[in-house]
């Protein structure tokens, strides 16, 4: 056999490996969930009445549903209900339906900084520096927890927390609040040199906060400078100033009939049910046909349902929307890929999804694989390594890499990476069986140890007893010296192909058994680097 054939052959077997049977894992007992104290709603705008009424018919829908496996879209559920109570001041309920979430989906951090912020308006001051802590524990970036847990801290006469918070935040983001919030730390301490330096930063940073005139005339008559003083005293307003909140802003948006339309669609989709999640996402997209998120769900509905141009025409209107809209690119590149003719419009858009989202491991996966098939293996592997980088547990990612790397023939690397992900994925048979071919047939012979490949062989064949496990068995055998066991398991493989019906498959074991056959030396031929 030759090197290059084994190359091809040890390729093949890196993508075609069988899968391992999965160990049952324990689940986590279920949240207790809490029945919601429904408001009344009479007295609200139609339209809020209305989207209150939606929310209560998705929740109780999916509370009765048979089917398992809805703990997302459930908790989602919980969680925009909160939103919509909490808009409208229905603080109680609000807390029931994000406490219900939080239990659902523990790490999720919206959910755990919205019931930190009814804690914190409610007066439960080390209820709510918990769940900002928490928030950050799971979103460390979360400027507007930093700032509400420095505010939280001065009002337990905590200033020295409080400042630590509000530097944390401003590491993060130069915003005006925790400028604001470090000058009432200091004017506390009677740093008022210090205050007025913080303040007027947030002044600087947001000149229409008129409120902020106020503590910076005290900290200006605490430094003896009464004229400043009486001069900042006179611009004294209502307006204040708060850190960037997309989560607080979003409470705005959420009584729109969009919301809800979506989730009865990804309910319907989870189930399977692509035609209704379609018609609820088109329903979403009359609600508000300048969201891009709406068409982006109707696509992926319709491209479920097998309507590939409808879902096409659905992405790229998301894109007239969002030019910049990584989701929308990759959706776009992924249905492109499988046309040939399109295969450049496919890298383009993919190479936008990348651009938008340098993190999305799944677009980075697809253009690996576009740039492998189009002859561009060493672009393709950049591509395939920041795939397994940000898809740590994805089993598939890791095999793209690794089979890529066995055809550059760079085998070391390619055990190497192999081994690592089978730390992170120590159940998966094909990563298993991926290193069992590399640890048995390299033709870089210092990559190869057979007893390993024994082992991992024999382990994926226990669980899956087919042809090409068996033949693994042989080749690692082989590698040991141990022919005459090497033929007894590569005729199991034989056996086995032809009962599953390859007939290419079994050509191929068929040779390879009638070298073991011969007698002659049986350990796979290599070369040393």
Not at 485 to 497: D, K
Not at 503 to 513: Q, S, T
Request: proline share 6%; glycine share 6%.
């Amino acid at each position: 056999m030759s090197r290059t054939t084994s190359v091809v052959l040890l390729t093949l077997a890196l993508l075609a490996a069988p899968t391992a049977a999965q160990p049952p894992t324990a689940q986590p007992p279920a949240p207790q969930i809490e029945a919601i104290p429904y408001p009344d709603v009479a007295g609200l705008e139609p339209a809020v009445g209305e989207s209150m009424r939606d929310a209560r018919a998705v929740l109780e829908g999916l509370l009765v549903a048979p089917e398992g496996g809805l703990t997302s879209e459930l908790a989602e559920v919980y969680g925009q209900l909160g939103q919509l109570y909490h808009a409208h001041d229905f603080a109680a309920a609000a807390a029931v339906a994000y406490r219900n979430a939080v239990g659902l989906a523990p790490d999720e951090p919206r959910w755990v900084y919205l019931l930190a912020l009814l804690d914190q308006a409610a007066g439960r001051l080390e209820d709510a520096a918990d769940r900002y802590n928490r928030a950050l524990e799971l979103r460390p970036d979360l400027v507007a927890a930093l700032v509400h847990l420095g505010e939280v801290r001065l009002a337990q006469n905590q200033p020295d927390e409080a400042e630590r918070s509000f530097h944390r935040a401003l590491t993060v983001a130069s915003t005006a609040a925790a400028y604001a919030g470090l000058g009432q730390a200091a004017l506390s301490r009677r740093s008022y040199r210090e205050a007025i330096a913080h303040f007027e930063a947030a002044l600087a940073a947001t000149p229409d906060a008129n409120a902020l005139h106020h503590p910076l005339a005290l900290a200006y008559r605490g430094a003896g400078e009464m004229e400043r003083a009486r001069e900042h005293l006179a611009l004294a307003g209502s307006v204040g100033v708060r850190p960037p909140d997309p989560w607080l802003d979003e409470l705005q948006q959420v009584a729109r009939g969009e919301r809800w339309h979506l989730l009865r669609g990804r309910v319907a989709f989870r189930k399977g049910r692509y035609p209704d999640a379609a018609t609820e996402f088109r329903a979403a997209v009359a609600a508000r046909p300048e969201s891009a998120g709406a068409r982006i769900a109707l696509g992926a509905a319709l491209a479920a349902a097998g309507d590939r141009p409808a879902a096409l025409a659905e992405f790229e209107a998301a894109l007239r929307l969002e030019p910049q809209n990584a989701t929308a690119h990759y959706n776009v590149g992924s249905l492109l890929m499988a046309e040939e003719e399109r295969a450049a419009e496919a890298a383009a858009h993919l190479r936008a999804a990348v651009a938008a989202d340098p993190g999305d491991g799944a677009a980075h996966n697809a253009l690996g694989r576009l740039l492998d098939r189009a002859g561009k293996p060493e672009e393709a592997l950049v591509h395939f390594t920041e795939a397994v980088e940000h898809l740590p547990a994805d089993e598939q990612a890791a095999l793209d890499e690794a089979a890529l790397l066995v055809r550059l023939e760079r085998f070391r690397p390619a055990r190497a990476r192999l081994e690592e992900a089978l730390e992170r994925l120590p159940d998966s048979g094909r990563l298993t069986h991926a290193l069992a071919r590399v640890l048995a047939g390299a033709p870089d012979l210092t990559v190869r140890d057979g007893a390993r490949a024994l082992e991992l062989a024999q382990k994926v064949h226990a669980a899956r007893p087919e042809a090409f496990a068996a033949a693994t068995v042989a080749l690692a055998l082989a590698e040991l010296g141990r022919c005459d066991e090497a033929a007894q398991w590569q005729r199991r493989a034989v056996e086995a192909a032809r009962a599953e019906g390859s007939a290419e498959r079994l050509a191929e074991l068929e040779r390879v058994l009638a070298g073991y056959e011969r007698g002659a030396p049986c350990r796979p031929p290599g070369a040393a680097p």
